[in-house]
């Protein structure tokens, strides 16, 4: 255990109450690690964000059993209430529960709390050491940011300040998917800013905004080619946007890496790329013999930095984006190219189901109450997220749910968009979809922001979406006739008549459901090359790019997400139990009773696992790594299941800054 966890953990010593509130203005409980070891404690934490959804839970799951005398769901219950003001709470809870505070402010005495209260939960247990081994002496918010940028960020302003160094320091950075807070960027910005070597770049959006340097990369990889004499066909947009491409110091290591992890996208270009460098090559699309080696690579390397049931849910975010890249590219070579490499490819995606799903068993619990305002790490918090961005000022919201939309499938439209829209840019994160991966289960979260428990009367069916999102919002201060929905959206003949809607100014929030992937994905009958295939054919029909294009140019801030994602599976054999309405997802069954669950068949590779936030009589059933509910053999692309591809699905804002193009 940690220094941190430990100090975390003191405030609440096990066995001395079993109804607790914690005043957490920082949301410190609210941290994956210290909501696991409080569980093997035998602690639930429960944020308290609706007085009735909560006294709803405490009774059914805690009080009820407590006052039977038995331990119910846990040994003790936390009420994590975000801020100080116990007159927020019903009197009774005040009443009964055992008062604990917990805060930045005191935790890090000797930093600054206006600096550190802007820095990710993910980096209080190291900052935490650092301060304990040497923060010496109060410091005040300058050196509070330096002191940061040192221990944490592993930066010194002061040695970035000639351009190689500065780029090669910002790609490590934005490597390791730990972008600088803007309180710290303006700081090195700042710092930098009389530095000759730097003087023409945007220093401080670039340490801020992995999309933003993405962008820089993708046009600065165009100037590169054509100094040496090769011209990308996207090149003459790219050079009417100058101020988005740098002579960046690319060398092997550095284009291996990015093409790799999908930082830069391959180019198609006109003429012959004699004079580019070996090594250059593999950002060329038309060279397919570099892409191949590249995803030989790409697996061996990704395999060797797998996570596994300790690490955090952002590490299975970042694998899964990472893997999806793999897998898009590995789907995008000829066949010859493929043939070479299938059989790494699919020990990378078993070996990392089978870890994903001890992780799951593990921690998947701990996920929903995790907090919301970095972004959404569950797809039940995306309203809620939704609306802290309404709050920071994006008036219009456009929520894209891409239905079935799996990792790899999304760098596929990604690269499609990237090839028409000049002016894209893309903010990729993961979010994780619920258990099980079904459509009435998880999509009803998404648009609802709610848990399963909490629509637990209509979680066989989608019919509920359109009111559970309108009340969603309408809890959130905006009338009927500003809230929109719509669904079974797929081809460019419903784009005008959707226009029209998007239009009326009223409107300031729209959830809006494209289906066409997972019609195409329950009718493959060849695996996912051939989805891969079909979705390239929509793609090419101006569906996506005109969607995105719409949307913008009616003044909308346009995020895109899926309920679920898709696998390649084969079959295990039929149920003939209780199954729940969804038929389509053949990686599951959910059943209504304990002697249903309890009367599957000996030789069926099958689990249970039982989640809190899912209704109390829903008992689902999973198929057992890569397999699925259908005759033995039988290969099939469904979901409902925890592999990496169903489980982990894009959350992405879209923007397009050049919109009179």
């Not at 160094?165 to 390791?176: A, I, M, Q």
């Not at 011209?231 to 990015?258: L, Y």
């Not at 043939?339 to 998947?364: G, H, I, M, P």
């Not at 989608?462 to 669904?487: D, G, H, M, V």
Request: net charge negative.
């Amino acid at each position: 255990m940690s220094l941190w966890t430990d100090r975390i953990l003191r405030e609440l010593p096990a066995d001395l109450a079993r109804f607790w509130i914690a005043c957490d203005p920082d949301e410190l409980l609210l941290d994956e690690r210290i909501l696991h070891c409080l569980r093997e404690r035998g602690f639930e934490v429960l944020p308290f964000e609706n007085s009735i959804a909560f006294r709803t839970e405490y009774e059914e799951r805690y009080r009820a059993a407590w006052d039977r005398g038995v331990e119910g769901s846990a040994k003790a219950l936390v009420l994590q209430l975000r801020g100080t003001d116990l007159n927020a709470l019903p009197w009774d809870y005040v009443r009964d529960g055992r008062k604990v505070s917990l805060g930045l402010a005191d935790l890090f005495p000797k930093l600054s709390y206006g600096v550190i209260r802007h820095i990710d939960s993910e980096h209080h247990e190291a900052l935490f050491e650092a301060h304990s081994k040497h923060a010496t002496q109060p410091l005040g918010e300058g050196a509070t940011k330096d002191f940061i940028l040192t221990h944490i960020f592993r930066i010194s302003p002061d040695l970035l300040n000639l351009a190689e160094d500065f780029w090669h320091g910002l790609l490590r950075l934005h490597y390791r998917g730990s972008g600088l807070p803007p309180l710290l960027s303006d700081h090195v910005g700042s710092i930098l800013a009389d530095s000759p070597d730097l003087k023409d770049l945007p220093v401080a959006r670039l340490l801020s905004s992995r999309s933003f340097t993405l962008r820089v990369l993708q046009d600065s990889w165009d100037r590169f080619l054509a100094r040496h004499g090769v011209r990308s066909r996207r090149s003459t947009d790219t050079d009417q946007d100058g101020a988005h491409a740098f002579p960046i110091p690319f060398d092997r290591v550095i284009v291996d890496n990015m093409f790799l992890e999908g930082m830069l996208q391959p180019v198609d270009i006109d003429g012959s790329p004699s004079g580019l460098p070996a090594w250059a090559k593999v950002g060329l699309k038309s060279d397919a013999n570099a892409l191949g080696v590249l995803v030989a690579k790409g697996v061996k390397r990704i395999r060797a930095e797998m996570p596994g049931a300790d690490s955090s849910h952002r590490e299975w975010s970042d694998f899964a984006q990472r893997m999806g890249e793999i897998v898009y590219r590995f789907h995008h070579l000829s066949t010859q190219e493929a043939t070479d490499v299938r059989k790494n490819v699919r020990a990378l995606q078993y070996d990392a189901d089978s870890r994903l799903a001890e992780w799951v068993f593990k921690r998947f619990a701990d996920l929903p109450s995790l907090p919301v305002a970095n972004g959404p790490v569950m797809l039940h918090h995306v309203p809620r997220y939704l609306a802290l961005r309404r709050e920071a000022g994006e008036e219009r919201i456009a929520l894209l749910v891409f239905d079935g939309l799996a990792m790899d499938q999304w760098f596929q439209i990604r690269e499609h968009l990237a090839s028409r829209l000049p002016g894209l840019t893309v903010e990729e994160n993961a979010c994780f979809a619920w258990l099980p991966t079904l459509t009435s289960v998880s999509r009803q979260a998404l648009f609802s922001g709610l848990k399963p428990r909490e629509f637990s009367d209509s979680i066989e069916t989608t019919s509920k979406e359109p009111s559970l999102w309108a009340r969603f919002w309408q809890e959130n201060c905006l009338r009927e006739s500003e809230i929109f929905y719509r669904k079974s959206l797929k081809r460019t003949t419903q784009l005008d008549e959707l226009a029209n809607d998007l239009s009326q100014p009223a409107i300031q929030v729209a959830g809006i459901v494209v289906d066409m992937i997972d019609e195409i994905v329950h009718g493959a009958t060849l695996g996912k090359r051939g989805i891969t295939g079909q979705i390239a054919e929509w793609c090419g029909s101006g569906f996506v790019e005109r969607l995105f294009f719409l949307l913008a140019e009616h003044g909308y801030h346009i995020y895109l997400t899926a309920d679920h994602g898709n696998v390649e599976v084969e079959g295990i054999g039929r149920l003939g139990q209780g199954v729940i309405a969804e038929l389509q997802g053949e990686r599951v069954r959910a059943y209504r009773s304990e002697a249903l669950a309890a009367s599957v068949p000996e030789d069926i590779d099958a689990f249970r696992l039982d989640l809190p936030g899912l209704p109390p009589d829903f008992l689902p059933l999973y198929a057992g790594t890569r397999g699925a509910f259908i005759p033995k053999g039988n290969p099939i692309v469904a979901h409902g299941g925890m592999s990496v591809e169903e489980l982990i699905v894009p959350f992405v804002k879209v923007s397009l800054e050049d919109e009179d193009q």
